[in-house]
């Protein structure tokens, strides 16, 4: 029986200890299951930023950033027809408050075009407290999600704080958090009561041997007496003659009431900001070498500016390899999908105004393995695709979506 | 033969111990229906009406009083199959959506409220109370499966719309937001985010079933009362079919 006891007891403590460590909120969000090609070669977001790490209940956290729609779109991903840029968080702890792209406000879905170029703003304030590991991302219709960079956002404060007004067209201010709820909940109630004592009247007689017995013995006149006959007929008349003056009533309370809206957003791209034919770039050939975990491209750069240029960084799928020989200042925010020397170029001298050179660039870093990018030979479509930076001692940068096909090396 | 006046319940084929027992076991059938019809029928709800059901900005005109009786029609004939047939009790439908309120509002309240953060207002279930109580109601008065099909099943389809719009219309005010106009449902589903529910697969206002005149719910409403007439028979004999009394040798 001791034993017994104590086995209960270790159990209990076991299943108590395991609780204990379980993570509050989660911090990752599928995005490594996705086919590598589907995230290098779709959505290639540069420049994500969030305006704050820390911020208390009812102030704001803005995301900011770029995306470029690639060119060499995968055939077995349906176009971009419908997308919509969403935050990965674990649940409403932020309400998104405004969000635009290219500067237009936008609340519901758009189409993008394969070659574009966008920025967007989205604005979340802080709802719960908690500290959250939150992505932009986009939702492309048929096709899932794409996400961007993550970062954590710890939200301080009391959630009982929390409030969120919105005014009408018609001048009221409402409160987001309860509105409705009261009279939800009292249309219920009532509807309950009335539904429970029909049921009540039924079941406080004898019920299922007696009445079945009774019906089959031929008594079933008696299990339906005049009173319930004439209560089904008040049913019969008074609720729908309720329901139709409940609904009158509601459509005289609000009588500019709108269905719901389904339009879609039209916003066009950016004047070209990749792929702007001032430095040209092609990739003629690109291996991977599994066991030094390195995309290694064989890249003709053409630069047709009035500068030098030197390239600075590589990024795909949210990873970004930066090359140390540019001295490029570190805008990483602690990001661990940053290789911080992680890209290598063979011929370190800036490529002079009219010249045109092969390169070799290597991205190197255990990164590709971590994040799941080095199945990418593996996939049907076995592409890959990015961004290259390249810059001038002035520091402009000009960038090219770049992609080819991929050999792996198993050596 | 003595009944008492206002209660007007029949003289009963059961006495004393025997009372009791037939007693104890209604008590007994009644618990474990009202568990069953919580999970079966709210699961059946949850897989089939769905989103319509769980989101303010879902409860559109068109497919949600089109889909929603339609769906919510086939447990409670299957119910009154069995309860009228065999009992003469006509509280099949009343009970089933007693029961598929009450795990609805469990699920809303604590699986979307408390573990998932949303407004509990956001996802204010509907009723069909109303409805259900007409279909009793029509059931017990015209015994009759043909009768009740056809004006109980209408019944049912065209009592939803303006019963849920009391509850809802507040939530069709017409609001200014990101320079478009939106009702307030519609910036609930903006502000509180929902990772894997964009905006794009609500199914709301599809398809070829167009609206007349601006006005697209009268037209959902009676198409989905002239299929909720095919439907209830439909389930009837699904109930019947599983409340077989084959085995039943002798009572």
Known sequence: MLKRIKNLVGTVCLALSCLAVVPNSAFAHGEKALEPFIRMRTIQWYDVQFSQDKLAVNSEVAITGKFHVAEDW????????????????PGPVFIRTERYLNGQPWVSSAALKPGGDYDFKIVLKGRLPGRYHIHPFFNLHDAGAVMGPGHWVEVTGDAAAFSNTVKTLGGATIDMESVGFANGVSWHGLWIVLGTAWLLWWVRRPLFLPRYKML???????????????????????????????????????????????????IDPLPPVVNTSLVQIKVTRTEYHIAGRSMNMVAQIHNLSDQPVQIGEFTTANLRFINPAAGLPAKDQGDTMVAAKGLTVDDAQPIQPGETRTVRIAAADALWETEKLEGLFRDADSRMGGLLFLYDAGGKRYIASVSTAVIPKFD | MATTPFFDIPAQPYTGEKARLSRAYDYLILVLALFLFIGAFHLHMALTVGDWDFWLDWKDRQWWPLLTPLMAITFPAAVQAVLWTHFRLPLGATLCMACLLIGTWITRVFAYHYWNYFPINMVLPATLMPSALVLDAILMLSNSLTVTSIFGGMSFALLFYPSNWPIFAMFHMPVEYGNAQLTL??????????????????????????TYGQYATPLSAFCSALLCTLMYPLWWHLGKWFATIRYVKAI
């Open chain 1, 74 to 89: 995968p055939s077995s991903v349906p176009k971009p027809d419908m997308a919509y840029l969403n935050v990965s968080t």
């Open chain 1, 216 to 266: 089959q013995s031929g008594r079933e006149q008696e299990l339906i007496t005049p009173l319930d006959k004439t209560i089904a007929k008040g049913i019969l008349v008074v609720v729908p003659l309720f329901v139709f003056g409940a609904y009158a009533l509601a459509e005289s309370q609000y009588p500019n009431n709108i269905p719901l809206q389904t339009a879609l957003d039209q």
């Open chain 2, 185 to 210: 449902a519609d910036v609930f589903g903006f502000q509180y985010i929902r990772a894997g529910s964009p905006e794009y697969l609500r199914i709301i206002e599809r398809g070829t079933l167009r």
